[in-house]
């Protein structure tokens, strides 16, 4: 997932939520009630989302390390090190999420 699709996302999410508070019909303590459990509920959402992309790369590395087979070693330490790579990317951008 990308910054940029996640800033869209956000963008999007934001201005949505806006044109409901104006338009919605309940009163405002059961508008805010109703923000406040769809936040939860997307929040918990999203954890597990970044969750699961971690132990996503994490499986894929052991399945490079130890399962594929007929690689050469300079590919296999390749695609290796583009995982970690991407594990670290992903880890940095799952802690300014987590921080923010």
Known sequence: MSTKFLSGALAGLATGVLVG???????????????????????????????????????????????VTGLKDDVRERILRLIDESKTSYDKFKNEVQNS
């Open 21 to 67: 508070l104006l338009v919605a019909p309940d009163s405002g303590e059961e508008t805010r009630k109703k923000i406040r459990y769809t936040t939860g509920n997307w929040r918990y959402k999203f954890g597990r989302l970044v969750g699961k992309g971690s132990d996503d790369l994490a499986e894929l590395k052991r399945v490079f390390e130890h399962e």
